[in-house]
Each structure stands twice: as C-alpha cells, then as structure tokens.
C-alpha cells in the first residue's frame, strides 16, 4: 500500500527566514508529485508538478522552488518567507497519466508566517 | 485557461435531506471529473470520478456530468452530519494541472 508522508506538521516562522517542507512517498515507484497551497479558506491552488526525478514544471510564482532529489522525495522551499506564505502545504500524488487522475493528499503541513 | 466555479458556497441542511452541490467549467475537451471532501483541518480525499458524460453511483453518492453543458453534480442522498464538510470539484485536461474550485462548505445538523 502507498503511504505519503509531510514534515514538519505544523511550522511558525519569521517574515524573511527561510523554509524547507518535505515529502516523501512510500510504495508506489515513480508517481506523479504535486505541491499545493490552500489559504485560510481559500481554494486549493497548484504550486508545482514533477513526472521524474530532477524535473519540477511551476504552476504559479509565489516567491517558492520545489525539487525532486529522489524519485520519492518531493521539497519545497524559500529563502525568504512573506506573511502570504501562510496555510496549508499538501503534498500529492497521482497514477501515471497526464489528464492529472485521483490525487492522494499528504496530510499537510500548517505554515505560520509572523 | 480551465474555470471552475462552485455553487453553492454554502449550506445547511437537516440530517436525511437530499444535497445536490453543482460544479460549472469552461472547456468542454477536460477529461476527468471528480469530487473531494475535505474536513476541517485535514487533507482532500477523492469521492467519486467519472470520464464521460452520464451518471454514477456509489452508496449514498451519485455524480452526473454533462459536457454539453459544462455541469457536474454531486448528489447526497439521506445526508449525514459526519457528511459536513467542505467539498471541492476538480477537473483535468491531460497537462497533469487539475482545476479546483473554491468549494462548497456543507454543514448537516441533527
């Protein structure tokens, strides 16, 4: 069975100090990756994808990069966190086919910018 | 670029009742339809997907899309309160960059 994980689980960090979250997929070799961001109440917005290892493609500019070191591991970062950053990080995952089929969410992590 | 609208934002509704959420797109080429629930706090999980057009059942659960009209709907039959949740439509076109909507909030009292 697939199994997902996220760390931390819950993050508060300082207006312009940097960040490292991290996901890692058990069980299913070479899936799909995402990396979503969903504000306070606010709709769930793709950040990144990657079909393969090395290669990350960026839905949207929010001032974050996302890696792919291995082909279970999936890392999102910033040098400089912004108040906007806040909400929930999930990570996720999806069979092999481009038209973006089921997505099996992380658990997320909560990101506390002050 | 997909639009996705949800409707309605929220809503309330005693245990029992029948909920139909709907879910509208822009472009009718989109190859896969689903529903997530997400409770307060936790990540979304899939409920139900469908690839053409027509109806499909699961329990308590039926999803009907139709493309000519650009409408996907959720249906709820004998609601529950463990069914209060919030409810996200998505929608994919083949380019691994599935479209949610903003949600549909929904609340079953006892």
């Known amino acids: 069975a697939q199994t997902i994980h996220q760390w931390p689980v819950a993050e508060i960090k300082a207006v312009g100090s940097p960040l490292s979250l991290g996901c890692t997929i058990k069980?299913?070799?070479?899936?799909?990756l995402y990396w979503y961001w969903q504000a306070t109440g606010g709709t769930l917005q793709q950040l990144f994808y990657?079909?393969?290892?090395g290669q990350v493609e960026s839905v949207v500019q929010l001032n974050l990069s996302a890696s792919r070191p291995k082909d279970d591991q999936f890392i999102l970062s910033t040098e400089k966190l912004l108040l906007s950053h806040s909400g929930f990080y999930l990570c996720?995952?999806?069979?092999?086919w481009g038209g973006g089929a089921e997505q099996f969410f992380g658990p997320g992590t909560r990101l506390t910018v002050l | 670029q997909q639009k996705v609208q949800q409707s309605p934002e929220s809503l309330i509704v005693p245990e029992g009742a029948m909920t139909s959420l709907n879910c509208t797109f822009s472009?009718?080429?989109?190859?896969?339809f689903a529903w997530y629930r997400q409770h307060s706090g936790k990540a979304p999980k899939a409920l139900m997907s469908?690839?053409?057009?027509g109806e499909k059942e699961e329990g308590r659960f039926t999803i009907h899309l139709n493309k000519a009209s650009l409408h996907f709907s959720l249906h709820i039959r004998d609601s529950q309160p463990s069914d209060s949740a919030l409810y996200l439509c998505?929608?994919?076109?083949?380019?691994?960059?599935?479209?949610f909507g903003k949600g549909t909030s929904l609340v079953v009292h006892p």
């Open positions: 998505a929608i994919s076109g083949g380019n691994y960059k599935p479209t």
């Open positions: 472009d009718s080429a989109s190859q896969y």
């Open positions: 469908i690839f053409s057009n």
């Open positions: 069980g299913k070799s070479s899936p799909n």
């Open positions: 990657s079909i393969t290892v």
């Open positions: 996720a995952w999806s069979l092999d």
